[in-house]
């Protein structure tokens, strides 16, 4: 029983390791801690010898001081190429500048790409900004459609000029479609133009201009043999015998059945032996 004005010694706290009497537990002096431990780690009433106590702050002290920061924060592939271009705004027409000292290619071009835009969108403001994906005018389709059919109505009654005129609008109403619709619709109406209007070229003996047209339109539609059989023909017409049945070999690649090909090709064989027996 305890006298008044006595203490009694301080219960250690639950769960705290102690020896005799309640004292915290002493680490002998050949105690050595696993690789790695700190002071923290230690359980509660540990204390070991002073030597092996400033050991362990020294080489904690160590580990704070060169431990590595926190990670970079993440970055895009977009912001990590990103590097500033010397783009200019035209004060007059708010386009950016089309000439750009000391730009890439690559930046001369999209800033093209992004001045047809805004010219688009001003000239079509019916349009809402953005625009829906593959937002189609139902009227150009009809006006192409049009152009085309009194073309080829021209061309059959022989008015060759005229039909060379429908064909060329017809050309310009596919090209000035918006940078937003489908392009394959853009480049199928453009082929087709071309194609007409190389035809019409050709029966007007202007077969310069009958074959820049069928070139363009190989390298808008490769796999129509439609091309490669206008090309040929020109080519032909220009005395240009044996680049003539090159022409339409290849078109005979994507479509061997093509009897308009075909034929085209017996009769630059037959044209290509005249040629080395004269």
Same mark, same amino acid.
């Given at each position: 029983?305890?006298?008044?004005?006595?203490?009694?010694?301080?219960?250690?706290?639950?769960?705290?390791?102690?020896?005799?009497?309640?004292?915290?537990?002493?680490?002998?002096?050949?105690?050595?801690?696993?690789?790695?431990?700190?002071?923290?780690?230690?359980?509660?009433?540990?204390?070991?010898?002073?030597?092996?106590?400033?050991?362990?702050?020294?080489?904690?002290?160590?580990?704070?001081?060169?431990?590595?920061?926190?990670?970079?924060?993440?970055?895009?592939?977009?912001?990590?190429?990103?590097?500033?271009?010397?783009?200019?705004?035209?004060?007059?027409?708010?386009?950016?500048?089309?000439?750009?000292?000391?730009?890439?290619?690559?930046?001369?071009?999209?800033?093209?790409?992004?001045? #047809?835009?805004?010219?688009?969108?001003?000239?079509?403001?019916?349009?809402?900004?953005?625009?829906?994906?593959?937002?189609?005018?139902?009227?150009?389709?009809?006006?192409?459609?049009?152009?085309?059919? =009194?073309?080829?109505?021209?061309?059959?009654?022989?008015?060759?000029?005229?039909?060379?005129?429908?064909?060329?609008?017809?050309?310009?109403?596919?090209?000035?479609?918006?940078?937003?619709?489908?392009?394959?619709?853009?480049?199928?109406?453009?082929?087709?133009?071309?194609?007409?209007?190389?035809?019409?070229?050709?029966? +007007?003996?202007?077969?310069?201009?009958?074959?820049?047209?069928?070139?363009?339109?190989?390298?808008?539609?490769?796999?129509?043999?439609?091309? #490669?059989?206008?090309?040929?023909?020109?080519?032909?017409? +220009?005395?240009?015998?044996?680049?003539?049945?090159?022409?339409?070999?290849?078109?005979? =690649?994507?479509?061997?059945?093509?009897?308009?090909? +075909?034929?085209?090709?017996?009769?630059?064989?037959?044209? +290509?032996?005249?040629?080395?027996?004269?």
């Amino acid at each position: 029983m305890s006298t008044a004005g006595a203490s009694s010694p301080r219960p250690p706290p639950q769960g705290s390791p102690t020896g005799p009497q309640g004292q915290p537990i002493r680490l002998p002096p050949n105690f050595r801690p696993p690789p790695g431990m700190t002071l923290q780690q230690l359980p509660p009433g540990v204390r070991p010898p002073p030597q092996l106590l400033a050991q362990m702050q020294q080489a904690q002290q160590q580990q704070q001081q060169f431990a590595p920061g926190p990670p970079p924060p993440a970055v895009s592939p977009s912001e990590a190429d990103f590097e500033v271009q010397p783009v200019q705004v035209n004060a007059s027409s708010t386009h950016l500048a089309q000439t750009l000292y000391g730009a890439t290619q690559e930046v001369i071009d999209s800033v093209a790409a992004l001045n #047809h835009l805004a010219k688009t969108l001003k000239k079509f403001p019916e349009y809402a900004v953005p625009p829906p994906p593959n937002i189609m005018k139902p009227t150009r389709s009809a006006q192409f459609n049009k152009a085309k059919d =009194e073309g080829n109505a021209k061309f059959r009654d022989g008015k060759l000029q005229d039909a060379v005129r429908f064909f060329t609008l017809a050309l310009e109403l596919a090209a000035d479609r918006p940078p937003w619709e489908a392009s394959a619709l853009a480049r199928d109406e453009m082929a087709v133009a071309l194609s007409n209007r190389s035809a019409a070229y050709f029966n +007007l003996g202007d077969w310069i201009n009958s074959l820049s047209d069928a070139d363009a339109v190989v390298k808008l539609k490769r796999p129509w043999t439609k091309g #490669h059989f206008r090309k040929g023909k020109a080519l032909a017409a +220009l005395g240009r015998t044996q680049d003539a049945r090159d022409a339409i070999a290849l078109g005979l =690649e994507f479509d061997p059945a093509n009897a308009e090909l +075909l034929k085209e090709l017996e009769d630059l064989d037959e044209a +290509l032996r005249k040629e080395k027996e004269e």
